[in-house]
């Protein structure tokens, strides 16, 4: 390779440096000469480097968002489960609660809110104190949280024989966030919104014909609790952004396993012909 010089240093004499990085000194590691990366290759390696950089931002912000979405819906489900599952298992011991209701299910409304309730005694309790048995009465309710504002599922229990079966007790916070509670109960033909009547067995009786609904105890309960599935954030938004999210729907079925042998049952008949029939025989069961 011949080295090009300049017309004016050629005449003076002077002879001018050759251009090859290999003829000035610098050479690579090999001996070879060096190459750098030309201006295109510098701009479409930053290109790529901040697609790489957005890319693994965007899959970051995904995912704390995933997480943040998830967190206050799964300490729901929890709720919804432990709560579902406490007032299964006093359902299926459920018993009469006093000669003049067996069991009593109004049907409620704070507002536009459902909230539904529920009285029954109960087997399903533990004595803890002297003078008390595996019998306690028992109530579950809605009420607003004075201070959050909240809708907060409420059980009450009296572990004794109280002159009023509907009040008295302790009460304990079984969930709170909730959009509503409704009760449905089945007399092993029809499902009702209310059960029993809390004035007597006066009018229950007058009505016994047309309603079987008003006096007893039914078969099954039908649960349905509705919540927020955001809880978290229900102080932080609009009041109307909340209210267009769906609420999360809990429902479940608890058979009253002990409602069958609290009903009465008659000790005689009588047939067509008016003559007194002697009660069924036991059969051998228990």
Known sequence: MHSVSHPR??????????????????TGPSGGSLSAFTLIEVIISSALMAMIVVSAYLCLHAALA????????????????????????????ACPLSKEFQFLGMHRMMGEVEADNMD??????????????????????LDKDTESGELVLYRRRN??????PLSGGRREELARGLRGVRYEYYDGL????????????????????????LSGMPEAVRITLWF?????TKAAESPEKTAAEPPLVFQTV?????????????????????????????QGRN
């Open 254 to 282: 608890a058979r009253l396993n002990l409602a069958a042998h609290s009903q009465p049952s008659a000790s005689g008949g009588a047939d067509s012909t008016g003559q007194t029939t002697p009660p069924a025989a036991n």
């Open 228 to 232: 927020d599935p955001n809880p978290r």
């Open 9 to 26: 240093a050629a005449r003076s004499g002077v002879r001018a440096l050759p251009l090859t990085a290999q003829a000035a000194g610098v």
């Open 120 to 141: 029954f005694a109960t087997h399903n309790y533990t004595p803890r104190r002297p003078r008390e048995g595996d019998y306690c009465q028992v109530s579950f309710y």
């Open 159 to 164: 572990p004794t024989i109280a002159f009023d």
């Open 190 to 213: 029809d499902w009702y919104e209310t059960w029993g009547e809390v004035e007597g067995q006066a009018k229950a009786q007058s009505s016994l014909r047309l309603r079987s609904n």
């Open 66 to 93: 995933s997480q943040k979405l998830i967190e206050p819906r799964a300490a729901v489900l929890q709720n919804a489960r432990v709560a579902l599952a406490l007032m299964t298992a006093d359902l299926r011991c």
